[in-house]
Each structure stands twice: as structure tokens, then as C-alpha cells.
């Protein structure tokens, strides 16, 4: 049995229906690179991928992101839009086809689910290990984990374990990418508060944060929306939400109609 592999039961609808938007609204406009403010800068960048009928499929079309040193900005859009496909090449895991990045160093990224990570968190694999002598199955290990670290409060240490991981490293910037995904309400809303904390203590740790879940925006200092692989708003975390209740009261109106 893996017992890194062990996960935790996907949440509930995303919050953010599929909006479309038509034009740029507010979004910043990108000249050189501040590096002594800004601990994420990307100007123009493109990334397509080769479909199997050997055509290209572009991802982001000239998507342009700046984030100020030692804040927490989350990145919000409709399922498929590009925000792990942006964060990705910011951490450099995926390069982009054209544009300039710059993202200070050290850098993280932190999967949405931390068995994914190259170091493994092991609160769950801890917990099993004295199952080993039971002769249980996968699934009856998963639970039985699960239970007890519900049991003591610790459901969302994965994910908290992850995050020190990157913060152990003395990382500048941390990319997280919906990491409260799997995670019940409570838990989702301490892991915000941990990231938020280390953030404000360190004064020079910057998040780039993937989300779907707009109550997380009350913690971050700025937000960012995108659409069909660009950017087409950023700023104030409150404008954002505004604009997305707006887009989210005219999508249910026209499906109603
Ligand atoms: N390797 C790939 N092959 C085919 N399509 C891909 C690949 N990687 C990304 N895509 C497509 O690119 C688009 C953007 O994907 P991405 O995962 O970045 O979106 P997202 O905004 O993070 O979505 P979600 O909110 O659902 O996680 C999606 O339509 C996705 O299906």
C-alpha cells in the first residue's frame, strides 16, 4: 500500500460559475520589472500546448501579473481559465512560449494536494504506521486515518506541513495552488490564517494564492481575476468580489431566462 497516496474527499461546488467577460476592465499596466517592490512580474505571456491532432491549443494569451513584495495575493477565474497553468510557469515548472518573468528567489510551489510534492508531508504515513500490523485494507487505512486525525484536530496538517516545508526553505515567494481544496470549512479557514501569519511575520515572504473559494479573499491584500488565459482585472480584493457577484447575479439571470 502507498501511503503517501492516501487523500482526502474532493469539496463541494466551486464557487465561481463559468463567467465570460469581452474586455480588459482595470487591469494594471506592466512596464519594466520593479524588483525592489515586486516579488512576481509577467509581462505578455503565452503558453499553448500540441494537441494530439497535432494542432496548438493556446493556454494564456499575453497574461501580464505584478505582485508587491510581502503580500498575499489570490488568483481567481472559472474552472480552465489558466490559473495553474500561470502559476506553474511562474514557479518554473511549465516554460511559457514568449514573455518575461521575473519571481524572486527562493522560490515554492505547493500542490493542491500535498501528496504531490516532492518532499511528502508525513502526518498521514505517521498516523499509519502502526496499522501495519493489521492486516486492513487500503481504503479501511484511509478512514481510520482520517477519523483520527479528525479526532484530534489536525485534518488540514498536509497541507500546513506542505507550506512550513516551503517556509523551512526561506522562501520569498510561496505559489500555492488551491490548497484548501480538499478541506472542510474550518480547516480551510486555518490554513488562510497559517499562510496569512507566516506572511506577516516573515514581512518578506510574498503568496500567490489559486482559489475558488471567495470567502478566502477577506485575507489577501490584493486579487487578481482571469479569463481565457489573461488577466482581466486586478487590485482591491473587495473590487474583485464585487465584479464576480456582479458577473455570478447576470449568469444565473440569463440561465433563468
Ligand atoms: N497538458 C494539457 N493538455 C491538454 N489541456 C491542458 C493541459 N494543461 C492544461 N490544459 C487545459 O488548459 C486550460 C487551463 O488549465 P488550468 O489547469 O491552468 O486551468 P485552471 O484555471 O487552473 O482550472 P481549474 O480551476 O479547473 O483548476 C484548461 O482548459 C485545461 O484543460
New binding site residues.
Given amino acids: 500500500m502507498n501511503l503517501p497516496t492516501l487523500l482526502r474527499a474532493p469539496s463541494p461546488t466551486p464557487a465561481i460559475p463559468p463567467l465570460h467577460c469581452t474586455k480588459s476592465i482595470t487591469t494594471t499596466s506592466y512596464r519594466n520589472p520593479n524588483t525592489e517592490n515586486h516579488a512576481i512580474w509577467g509581462q505578455n505571456l503565452n503558453y499553448s ?1 500540441k494537441t494530439k491532432q497535432g494542432g496548438i ?1 493556446p ?1 494564456l494569451n499575453n497574461c501580464s501579473i505584478q505582485i508587491p513584495s510581502g503580500q498575499l495575493w489570490m488568483l481567481l ?1 472559472p ?7 500561470l502559476l506553474k510557469i511562474l514557479a518554473g515548472l511549465l516554460k511559457t512560449t514568449d514573455g518575461n518573468i521575473y519571481v524572486k528567489k527562493p522560490k515554492s510551489f505547493v500542490f493542491q494536494n500535498p501528496d504531490h510534492q516532492v518532499v511528502m508531508p508525513t502526518v498521514e504515513a505517521d498516523v499509519a504506521f502502526g496499522l501495519g500490523k493489521f492486516d486492513l485494507t487500503y481504503e479501511e487505512v484511509k478512514s481510520r486515518v482520517a477519523k483520527a486525525l479528525d479526532a484530534v484536530g489536525m485534518s488540514e496538517y498536509s497541507q500546513r506541513v506542505a507550506i512550513a516545508g516551503a517556509l523551512a526553505e526561506a522562501c520569498k515567494v510561496l505559489l500555492l495552488d ?1 490548497l484548501t481544496t480538499f478541506l472542510d470549512e474550518s480547516d480551510q479557514l486555518g490554513v488562510v490564517k497559517a499562510v496569512k501569519n507566516s506572511l506577516t511575520s516573515s514581512g518578506e515572504v510574498t503568496a500567490l494564492w ?1 482559489t ?1 473559494r471567495l470567502e478566502e479573499l477577506e485575507y489577501a491584500d490584493g486579487a487578481i481575476y482571469m479569463e481565457d488565459g489573461r488577466v482581466v482585472m486586478d487590485g482591491d480584493p473587495s473590487t474583485i468580489l464585487e465584479y464576480i457577484n456582479r458577473q455570478q447575479a447576470l449568469y444565473i439571470n440569463q440561465i433563468n431566462s
Fill in positions: 500546448i491549443l493556454i477565474g474552472n480552465g481559465c489558466g490559473k495553474s497553468t488551491e489559486v475558488h
